[in-house]
């Protein structure tokens, strides 16, 4: 497991070479550049001073950011003592030749709190049913999971905006879907703003025992030590002032398993801000691989207070 941590880490400091070395060429030329800062670890000068005077810059200011309900987190924390609530339901179908199935996963609650401007801390709660034809019904809580968002570096040419997640679960969920166990993971988050209004982010990750979630777990999910590696890639784009889209890839794969999966989908997503504190969300998607569902939907929302 350490060895997976140190992976993420060494990639991380790459990116961000990269990204200030390309940064930095494109200032190397006759036209007139602005000095250049050097670049910082948001989220270590916030645990550097802890008790520097708070940002007059208003969290509020900025329209509301969720995590649900594309795959990809956003590269945002909440703010500092900012309470951001979320949830939603999600339906899933998927028939092959040995079984047909249909699950529902709600409520998908998470709630984040802003310890600082650069760190959250977040706990996420959920539900899944999952319905087999001529089969045994599944049905239960998954494990609790609890995790940090750490802002990393900010847009600065093409040094993109960035975020780590770790996160652990905890052996709180029903029989159906515990590993009875505690696990970990870790995401990688960046993202670019290509031109007003457009945006494009990824995320590279892993999850020890798929962190709990009932997609990914064997028959016996408290029997089997597996990790499964994402990536994904999504495009963002805004179509009104309330409103906003976005096209998602995401692929996921496990390694330790006595049965290998591969899975990919593909989503596309709608954002409605009724307010810059209240937003409500749409989404559907397809599998593009044997693994994964055929047919996904779901709807959601998140409230800052």
């Known amino acids: 497991m350490h060895r997976l941590y140190g992976l993420f880490l060494l990639l991380l400091m790459g990116i961000m070479l990269v990204g200030q070395a390309m940064g930095a060429d494109l200032c190397r030329g006759d036209g007139d550049c602005p000095p250049r800062e050097e670049p910082q670890i948001k989220f270590l000068n916030d645990l550097a001073h802890p008790c520097r005077p708070v940002s007059s810059l208003d969290p509020y200011e900025d329209r509301i950011e969720t995590e649900r309900h594309d795959f990809t987190q956003s590269t945002t924390t909440v703010g500092?003592?900012?309470?951001?609530?979320?949830?939603?339901?999600?339906?899933?179908?998927?028939?092959?030749?040995?079984?047909?199935?249909?699950?529902?996963?709600?409520?998908?609650?998470?709630?984040?709190?802003?310890?600082?401007?650069?760190?959250?801390?977040?706990?996420?709660?959920?539900?899944?049913?999952?319905?087999?034809?001529?089969?045994?019904?599944?049905?239960g809580s998954e494990d609790l999971r609890l995790s940090l968002k750490l802002r990393v570096t900010d847009q600065r040419g093409w040094l993109p905006e960035s975020a780590i997640v770790p996160r652990f679960s905890v052996p709180t969920g029903g029989k159906a879907w515990s590993v009875d166990r505690l696990t970990s993971g870790l995401s990688y988050i960046y993202g670019w703003e290509i031109t007003e209004g457009w945006e494009i982010y990824g995320s590279t990750g892993y999850d020890f025992n798929a962190l709990g979630d009932f997609g990914f777990l064997p028959e016996e999910p408290a029997s089997e030590n597996f990790n499964v590696w994402h990536q994904s890639v999504a495009l963002g784009t805004e179509l009104t002032e309330r409103i906003t889209m976005y096209n998602e890839w995401v692929g996921l794969y496990s390694t330790g398993l006595e049965t290998e999966f591969s899975i990919g989908f593909y989503n596309i997503g709608i954002d409605y801000y009724v307010t810059n504190n209240f937003v409500l969300d749409v989404r559907v998607g397809v599998g593009l691989t044997r693994d994964a569902d055929d047919l996904f939907g779901g709807v959601g929302g998140g409230y800052r207070f």
């Open 80 to 139: 500092r003592g900012v309470f951001q609530l979320e949830s939603g339901y999600t339906f899933f179908y998927k028939n092959n030749v040995e079984e047909t199935e249909a699950s529902h996963t709600t409520p998908e609650l998470m709630l984040r709190l802003g310890l600082t401007e650069d760190i959250e801390f977040r706990l996420r709660w959920n539900s899944a049913w999952r319905f087999i034809k001529d089969d045994e019904s599944l049905r």
